[in-house]
């Protein structure tokens, strides 16, 4: 004869809410699970330092009621076909941080009101197309940290008011056209820290050729070559971290991230048309600005850490709407009267750690919507600073270290920034062994310091 086990729940927090403690469930053990006080009022519940093989499908035999159920961390290696099947109030799964290895067919069938399923922290390998089924109000799925490699292109197609799917942390390599095309709701996909080499051109648009817009698309951190968002219509797209040597940009995308790659080259069409306003190119290969000046839309413009060089007098002639345009560590060595005349909404301006001999602050009197300038890390003696707050009076931060001062004139310039309520930005760390003004290094005519010139030039 089968031995019986029974598990009786504590209330918690309120009527409706209760907690399983210690509950080890043996497969060859009959059990049944209770609650002493409002039985068929609980509509939540938990486990806790719990150990099952399975999903227990008594425990919504006996809770018919249930909403939301955490069985987190409970060794749970499956979920069987008909666990599920009297879940239909069911609105909350989470089965994450368990060693679930794949997803079998129909095996959430009966939780049809499911909006939340958590399957974060498994060994999902595996997932068969007809998993999903019935799953049609399901809102988020999170899939992170598992092991899938592949996707079956109609995996997701259950999914028809899916707003947010969750896939970072897995070993994707591949994503297909289609993949997400019957999600017409689907706003939220992370794809970050996979293994991704291939994107299908498809991959993010809907079957139907309906225009729908997603919110978020995440593809950081992985290994892609080639992307192209000619038919991605998305208010975020992420791409930082990968191999990726051009990206082709739609007119519909608002904000561009894609630091961190080997970019050359950013091709568009439909140029007069575009909505991107940020773009990150920082840490790439450009060199030149003919393809990136042509978009006018831009707000935000990241080139650091690109080897830019000289810049011509047109190369920002149609930018007209930046407001933030980091040039740092850009190579960066001339700029001339005209270079930045159109920018007269710019804001946030970073030249540090350029090659700048000297800077001709008249260059910037287009600018006065100025409040931060980064001039850090440059060649500079001085900068004519007298008149700097009447010709930029939104001014409020200066970084001004690393460059070439006479500690004199320094001396000057920071009584000037401080009677002007202009912060000045420093860094972080002591200063030490040189002579400064207010922590920022500078050069003492009196007490020249032998290695000067070396300090400035390793920075």
């Not at 080890?24 to 209770?34: G, Y």
């Not at 997803?103 to 499911?114: E, I, P, Q, W």
């Not at 995440?218 to 892609?224: A, D, F, P, R, V």
């Not at 002639?317 to 850009?330: D, F, I, N, P, Q």
Request: glycine share 4%.
């Amino acid at each position: 004869m089968a031995k019986a086990a029974g598990f009786t729940c504590e209330s918690r927090y309120d009527s409706t809410s209760a907690i399983f403690r210690n509950v080890t469930i043996q497969p060859t053990v009959d059990f049944w699970f209770k609650c002493d006080s409002g039985y068929y009022s609980k509509t939540k519940m938990t486990f806790l330092n719990s150990s099952m093989e399975e999903v227990p499908k008594k425990l919504f035999d006996s809770f018919s009621t249930l909403q939301n159920v955490s069985l987190v961390d409970c060794n749970i290696k499956h979920i069987e076909r008909y666990s599920l099947d009297r879940a239909s109030s069911l609105r909350s799964l989470d089965l994450s941080q368990n060693q679930i290895g794949e997803l079998k067919g129909f095996v959430f069938v009966g939780a049809s009101n499911l909006m939340t399923l958590n399957l974060t922290l498994n060994s999902i390998s595996h997932i068969e197309s007809a998993a999903f089924h019935s799953l049609n109000v399901l809102r988020l799925l999170f899939l992170e940290r598992n092991k899938l490699r592949t996707l079956n292109v109609e995996v997701f197609s259950p999914l028809e008011a899916l707003r947010g799917i969750y896939l970072d942390g897995n070993e994707l390599e591949v994503l297909d056209g289609g993949l997400f095309g019957s999600n017409l709701n689907l706003e939220v996909i992370l794809l970050q820290n996979n293994r991704l080499r291939v994107v299908d051109d498809h991959a993010f648009t809907v079957s139907s050729g309906a225009a729908v817009s997603r919110s978020l698309i995440s593809l950081q951190n992985n290994s892609i070559e080639r992307m192209n968002l000619q038919h991605v219509n998305a208010t975020k797209v992420i791409l930082s971290d990968n191999l990726l040597q051009e990206i082709y940009i739609s007119a519909h995308i608002h904000t561009m991230l894609a630091n961190n790659n080997q970019i050359s080259n950013v091709t568009s069409d439909r140029v007069t048309e575009m909505k991107l306003q940020v773009l990150d190119l920082g840490n790439n290969s450009i060199t030149s600005l003919d393809s990136v000046g042509k978009l006018s839309s831009l707000s935000t413009l990241d080139l650091s850490y690109n080897n830019l060089g000289a810049l011509r007098l047109e190369s920002f002639e149609l930018l007209k709407k930046l407001k933030v345009l980091s040039l740092e560590r850009t190579s960066i060595s001339n700029l001339q009267h005209g270079t930045f005349a159109q920018q007269e909404a710019l804001e946030w301006l970073d030249l540090s750690y350029n090659n700048l001999n000297n800077l001709d602050m008249d260059i910037l009197t287009s600018s006065t919507q100025l409040q931060t300038l980064y001039i850090d890390g440059n060649r500079l003696r001085s900068i004519q600073h007298d008149e700097m707050k009447k010709n930029f009076p939104k001014l409020v931060l200066l970084g001004i270290t690393d460059n070439r001062w006479n500690c004199t004139y320094l001396t000057k310039l920071v009584r000037y920034c401080n009677s002007n309520s202009i912060e000045l930005a420093k860094h972080s760390g002591a200063v030490s062994n040189q002579t400064n003004v207010k922590g920022i290094y500078c050069y003492d005519d009196k007490n020249p310091i032998r290695d000067w010139n070396t300090t400035i030039g390793a920075a």
